[in-house]
């Protein structure tokens, strides 16, 4: 069987003022997983749930439900719910009355509203707390209300537009867990969109990185991070160490002034790219064993590493995350593996990407 249940067809999204919001969308979405949408403000993100939820129009494109396109299906019409950044709950009614309200907007019988309402407090650990006043409950519990709210309709999507971006810290960590935990228990597909990278992290079965309207890479958390295509995606998410370099041929790149030997392929000779390498693929060693020598500039212990600043001849820094400690002016070398040199074209698309891997039958990361 079909396991999509959500499609998006070459959607883009401009507004009369000329503001192009997204470009050229696409996706597949699969019933029962956790997404996340995961850019800087003003990328796009709540406009992609707008447009699922139906509260705004594609401009162009295609959007799919179970296999129906639904351009033109009002949003009380479509089998999904939002969760607002700010909750949007009613402070005049009770917790059991917000979560009840989509139901009697409904006319559903009262037996059955109290049934629902009872059994979605439940699945959000909020039993017994129906009479409580909204002024009464804390930023988590709130949070909690607005879930058991989407999850009252039974919908077969739930939406989330940053909904932990009221919370402080702590709470927000916990929330990341129970949502996650929420949504496997309910079986559901969750939209979830934020701009925290730790959080898409932590919590996604898969994540869509977004810039300007675009998509910047899609795949696993796992994915992401080790494997960034592109300079904005590298940068975005975690951190990294990005220099100027040169592909001299397949398996072959400078930078630093060096030569390296790598595992990536399939571009012109001497093409000018990106060199991505990832601060705990570092490793510190002396300078007579480094592929790299630097100097240490300054040092910040991180409580299970110390991370340093380094400079290399030419320049160029390096962030490292070390186990070992250094010394603030000391001449440190670097150690790599040829993996861990992650190698980019200037502004390679996932689509440009996937056809370069496809065509010059990399192992690596197939
Ligand atoms: N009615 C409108 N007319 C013109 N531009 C708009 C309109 N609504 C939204 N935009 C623009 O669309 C772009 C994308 O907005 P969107 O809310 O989708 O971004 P976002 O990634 O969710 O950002 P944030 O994290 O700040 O919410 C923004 O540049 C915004 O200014």
Same mark, same amino acid.
């Given at each position: 069987?079909?396991?999509?249940?959500?499609?998006?067809?070459?959607? @883009?999204?401009? #507004?009369?003022?000329?503001?192009?919001?997204?470009?050229?969308?696409?996706?597949?979405?699969?019933?029962?997983?956790?997404?996340?949408?995961? !850019?800087?403000?003003?990328?796009?993100?709540?406009?992609?749930?707008?447009?699922?939820?139906?509260?705004?129009?594609?401009?162009? !494109?295609?959007?799919?439900?179970?296999?129906?396109?639904?351009?033109?299906?009002?949003?009380?019409?479509?089998?999904?719910?939002?969760?607002?950044?700010? #909750?949007?709950?009613?402070?005049?009614?009770? /917790?059991?009355?917000?979560?009840?309200?989509?139901?009697?907007?409904?006319?559903?019988?009262?037996?059955?509203?109290?049934?629902?309402?009872?059994?979605?407090?439940?699945? /959000?650990n909020l039993a017994?707390?129906?009479?409580?006043?909204?002024?009464? $409950?804390?930023?988590?519990?709130?949070?909690?209300?607005?879930?058991?709210?989407?999850?009252?309709?039974?919908?077969?999507?739930?939406?989330?537009?940053?909904?932990?971006?009221?919370?402080?810290?702590?709470?927000?960590?916990?929330?990341?867990?129970?949502?996650?935990?929420?949504?496997?228990?309910?079986?559901?597909?969750?939209?979830?969109? @934020?701009?925290?990278?730790?959080?898409?992290?932590?919590?996604?079965?898969?994540?869509? /990185?977004?810039?300007? !309207?675009?998509?910047?890479?899609?795949?696993?958390?796992?994915?992401?991070?080790?494997?960034?295509?592109?300079?904005?995606?590298?940068?975005?998410?975690?951190?990294?160490?990005?220099?100027?370099?040169?592909?001299?041929?397949? #398996?072959?790149?400078?930078?630093?002034?060096?030569?390296?030997?790598?595992?990536?392929?399939?571009?012109?000779?001497?093409?000018?790219?990106?060199?991505?390498?990832?601060?705990?693929?570092?490793? $510190? @060693?002396?300078?007579?064993?480094?592929?790299? /020598?630097?100097?240490?500039? @300054?040092?910040?212990?991180?409580?299970?590493?110390?991370?340093?600043?380094?400079?290399?001849?030419?320049?160029?820094?390096?962030?490292?995350?070390?186990?070992?400690?250094?010394?603030?002016?000391?001449?440190?070398?670097?150690?790599?593996?040829?993996?861990?040199?992650?190698?980019?074209?200037l502004n390679e698309t996932?689509?440009?990407?996937?056809?370069?891997?496809?065509?010059?039958?990399?192992?690596?990361?197939?």
């Open positions: 069987m079909d396991n999509t249940i959500i499609r998006f067809e070459n959607v @883009t999204k401009s #507004y009369n003022d000329g503001t192009v919001v997204l470009k050229n969308i696409n996706f597949e979405l699969e019933r029962g997983k956790f997404y996340t949408l995961l !850019g800087p403000s003003g990328c796009g993100k709540t406009t992609i749930l707008r447009i699922i939820a139906g509260f705004t129009d594609a401009t162009t !494109g295609d959007v799919f439900f179970n296999g129906k396109r639904i351009n033109d299906v009002p949003a009380n019409e479509r089998h999904v719910n939002t969760v607002f950044q700010d #909750y949007a709950l009613f402070p005049h009614l009770n /917790v059991f009355e917000n979560v009840a309200f989509g139901l009697r907007i409904k006319k559903v019988k009262e037996v059955e509203v109290k049934e629902r309402v009872q059994k979605a407090l439940k699945f /959000v017994g707390y129906g009479n409580r006043e909204i002024s009464e $409950m804390s930023g988590g519990q709130r949070q909690r209300v607005a879930i058991a709210r989407a999850i009252v309709n039974d919908p077969d999507v739930i939406l989330l537009d940053e909904p932990l971006s009221a919370l402080d810290l702590k709470l927000r960590t916990e929330m990341q867990y129970e949502l996650r935990e929420l949504q496997q228990r309910l079986g559901k597909t969750f939209i979830f969109v @934020t701009h925290d990278q730790e959080e898409a992290l932590a919590m996604s079965d898969e994540i869509f /990185v977004l810039s300007h !309207g675009e998509i910047k890479q899609s795949g696993t958390p796992v994915d992401i991070y080790d494997e960034p295509i592109n300079r904005f995606v590298a940068d975005f998410i975690g951190e990294s160490n990005i220099v100027d370099g040169i592909m001299i041929e397949d #398996y072959k790149v400078k930078f630093a002034g060096k030569e390296f030997e790598c595992v990536d392929g399939g571009m012109k000779p001497n093409e000018k790219i990106d060199v991505v390498i990832r601060p705990e693929d570092l490793e $510190m @060693t002396t300078p007579d064993k480094g592929k790299l /020598v630097v100097t240490v500039d @300054t040092q910040l212990f991180r409580g299970v590493h110390y991370e340093l600043s380094t400079y290399d001849k030419d320049g160029n820094e390096w962030l490292v995350h070390s186990l070992k400690k250094a010394e603030v002016g000391e001449e440190i070398g670097l150690d790599f593996d040829p993996e861990a040199i992650h190698v980019m074209r996932e689509e440009d990407f996937d056809k370069r891997l496809e065509a010059y039958g990399d192992e690596e990361h197939e």
